[in-house]
T-cell receptor
Framework: DAGVIQSPRHEVTEMGQEVTLRCKPI?????LFWYRQTMMRGLELLIY????????DSGMPEDRFSAKMPNASFSTLKIQPSEPRDSAVYFC???????????FGPGTRLTVT | EDKVVQSPLSLVVHEGDTVTLNCSYE??????LLWYKQEKKAPTFLFML????IEKKSGRLSSILDKKELFSILNITATQTGDSAVYLC???????????FGTGTRLTIIP
């Protein structure tokens, strides 16, 4: 099992640019989570999907953030326009069902200059 | 590659029991080890451990780190149904400045 796959692993971009983060969950997992990790705020849940449907997006910081899950094997988190305060590590995680053990991807380190 | 292994994967005990959760790790340039409790949404932070042999304690929960043997334990005494959750262990590396999480231990407390 390849585990949760995220790409890119590192992203450096300039303020105002669009950023798209990608995630491939573990095959057979029905729940997918996007987290943001910063030293100041720790690990924050941004949004999660169950069976490709967004269940809770209350953690999405603002309208500049959007997430989609067009099918069971792919999800994107988009930031447009990006700002320096968006710099963080973004984790994707998947689980068989919500509240089951979550398997985290390696994360994408985003730096917005 | 950094690696965190938690055991057991799941645990069911009766209310009032004491439980010990384990976390072993392999990480390049270790900085800290963190324990999280996850009930419904985002994992909530429990402890950060950086020094070996120093116990962190919060109420009925306590944790200790052994940097020589590369493991940590999380103890919960007099368990309550509200302790039912998934407990995540994560290690932080100074090289990549990221957290590597274990898959968690699902703890279920039976009334």
């Amino acid at each position: 099992d390849a585990g949760v796959i995220q790409s890119p692993r590192h992203e450096v971009t300039e303020m105002g640019q669009e950023v798209t983060l990608r995630c491939k969950p573990i095959s057979g997992h029905n729940s997918l989570f996007w987290y943001r990790q910063t030293m100041m705020r720790g690990l924050e849940l941004l949004i999660y999907f169950n069976n490709n449907v967004p269940i809770d997006d209350s953690g999405m910081p603002e309208d500049r953030f959007s997430a989609k899950m067009p099918n069971a094997s792919f999800s994107t988190l988009k930031i447009q326009p990006s700002e320096p305060r968006d710099s963080a590590v973004y984790f994707c995680a998947s689980s068989r069902q919500t509240l089951y053990e979550q398997y985290f991807g390696p994360g994408t380190r985003l730096t917005v200059t | 590659e950094d690696k965190v292994v938690q055991s057991p994967l799941s645990l069911v005990v009766h209310e009032g029991d004491t439980v010990t959760l384990n976390c072993s790790y392999e990480v390049t340039n270790f900085r800290s080890l963190l324990w999280y409790k996850q009930e419904k949404k985002a994992p909530t932070f429990l402890f950060m451990l950086t020094s070996s042999g120093i116990e962190k304690k919060s109420g009925r929960l306590s944790s200790i780190l052994d940097k020589k043997e590369l493991f940590s334990i999380l103890n919960i005494t007099a368990t309550q149904t509200g302790d039912s959750a998934v407990y995540l262990c994560a290690v932080e590396s100074t090289v990549l400045e990221k957290l590597t999480f274990g898959t968690g231990t699902r703890l279920t407390i039976i009334p």
